[in-house]
């Protein structure tokens, strides 16, 4: 269940990546100018690595078990509430499709401190005599790894489905990245569908997921003092070898 949700994560974040310049075309490209679109493409990526600084300040007072959970809540209520709205709100639309790239970017840097508590939850359980940090991550980025494939196959196929068009090619199989320019109305319900659906699906799912974590609260703090009493003893150990 705990990779489940990585792989979760890591499918958003590269649904997200891969198709950020395409919304920002298809849904805003007849109201701002390319500047604008690149400049708003330039921030989602520059924020997340800003953001982490506030969202590491809340792991430290509330625990990154509860500041997950609110970012999963966050980006279900953002997408909800822009479905509500429509696409015709163009600076709604400019806010939601910038800070769903940033939240899902913010959580996936999050999701890191979570693998750690694993390290620490396995040294103790398994009462190893060095943590397998490597293993953990390494398993991590294994069992996620079919998101970062599967993001824009799915997301290519969405499209389709919404638009009846070919995302990438039309008939004549030449690209047509900028071939809506007549912002054709199915094709711009289509593209706002898929915008919002993934966020709630993704953050629905990851909700049920994250539900079902037991490292939170007393569970991990008893996780982490019997680390750090383990380590100790190991490490008096060691000195008293010396001294001999």
Known sequence: ????????????????????PLFIEHLLGHVITPGTGAMILGIS????????????????KYGSYSVIKWLFCIKVLLAGAMWCFGPGWWILLCIFIASNRVFTE???????????DLVDEDF????????????VFGMAALLSKPGQTLAPLL???FLFLQTGKSVFFDSTSQKVISSFESHELPVRQGCFNVLVFVPVICGLLQLFAWSNFKLKGKQLNQIKS???GLESKREENVLNVYDY
């Open 1 to 20: 269940m705990n990779y489940f949700l990585f792989l979760l994560q890591v499918f958003h974040c590269h649904f997200n990546s891969n198709f950020f």
């Open 45 to 60: 990526f520059l924020i997340p690595h800003l953001n982490n600084l506030y969202f590491l300040s809340l792991c430290r």
């Open 106 to 116: 913010g959580t996936c840097k999050l999701l890191s401190l979570v693998i750690s």
């Open 124 to 135: 103790v359980v398994n009462r190893r005599k060095t943590a397998v940090s490597a293993l």
């Open 155 to 157: 997301g290519t196929w």
């Open 226 to 228: 019997l680390r750090a």
